[in-house]
């Protein structure tokens, strides 16, 4: 059986659902050889994450997702192999940001109460267990309390930017978390490019993030159809882009999509894994 890999995962620490230990477990069950955490702009999880690798036959990778900001279009970037010492870069660098994400949830939360909605900042923050929640918690509770049948129709109504609710909070730019993750020796990645960016857009961007040191994009992702893995991979081979993918794991917030196999034929090689590591300067 050939070796592989997710290189996508979130835990608790941002919108999943398994603790960070919990993914560990899982990726053992799964017969996974490495599993990154990627939790949305936090470093929090990584210290549990790593700890728990330590007696798991499963190479754990230090990883983190950047929400960032490319022509006002939301581009996440990864950045996985950072090392021990520059965690603490990372909350830094993020502090300001997170900061506007918790205005941003408060004035959500705000305009779906204005609007009749019974829910409060409390509620998403006790599922988070943080204020730092995302909108995938609001779904949640709006799918608790019956106004909505689904987090994907939450997401397709009232939490969709641009239907008066949901007002983004202001964002780093894309190049910038390439810079920065490049400062620190890790790999800089796009996240799921063709859900944020169309081929044409992507032609622009591509260069402008290779300049900035981008070393991969995503060609193997949960939601990709053939022909989006297809153009993917043309573009890696088109610009010289290395090449990782992952799940997008967030446990039972997104329940169709398992660790390491997404929606049941998805296959990241461990030679994404090798790959990857050869883009930073990491010491295991």
């Known amino acids: 059986m050939k070796k592989r890999c997710d290189l996508h995962s979130h835990s608790t620490c941002s919108d999943g659902t398994f603790t960070p230990a919990e993914l560990v477990t899982l990726a053992e069950e799964k017969g996974l050889s490495a599993l990154a955490l990627t939790d949305h702009n936090t470093a929090e999880g990584l210290k549990e994450f790593m700890e728990a ?26 950045g996985l192999f950072f090392r021990e010492e520059y965690w603490q870069e990372i909350t830094d ?17 705000d305009n779906l109460v204005k609007a009749g909605y019974e829910i409060t900042f409390e509620e998403a923050a006790e599922i988070s267990e943080s204020d730092l929640f995302n909108r995938s918690h609001v779904a949640r509770i709006l799918v608790q309390k019956g106004y909505v049948p689904t987090v994907s129709a939450a997401f397709d109504t009232l939490l969709k930017e641009g239907n008066g609710f949901y ?20 790999t800089a990645i796009i ?15 591509l260069p402008e993030m290779k300049e900035a040191g981008l070393d991969a994009i995503e060609t193997e992702y949960t939601e990709f159809t053939p022909e989006m893995k297809k153009t993917a991979v043309s573009l890696a081979e088109e610009f010289s882009l290395k090449q990782s993918g992952g799940s997008d794991f967030h446990g039972t917030a997104k329940p169709d999509i398992d660790l390491g196999s997404g929606r049941g034929d998805l296959f990241v090689p461990y030679s994404f894994y090798e790959d990857m590591k050869a883009c930073s300067n990491y010491d295991e």
Do not use: Q
Not at 66 to 76: D, G, I, L
Not at 99 to 106: C, L, V
Not at 191 to 205: C, D, I, K
């Open 53 to 78: 690798g330590k007696n798991s036959p499963v190479i754990t990778v230090p990883g983190c997702e950047f929400t960032t900001e490319w022509h006002k279009k939301e581009v996440h970037i990864v």
């Open 93 to 109: 660098f993020l502090e300001l940001v997170n900061i506007a994400k918790t205005n941003a949830n408060k004035i959500l939360i």
């Open 167 to 186: 007002i983004p909070a202001r964002r780093i730019t894309s190049a910038a978390a390439v810079r920065f993750i490049k400062t620190f020796e890790a």
């Open 191 to 205: 996240a799921h490019p063709l859900l944020n960016l169309t081929p044409e857009e992507l032609r622009e961007f």
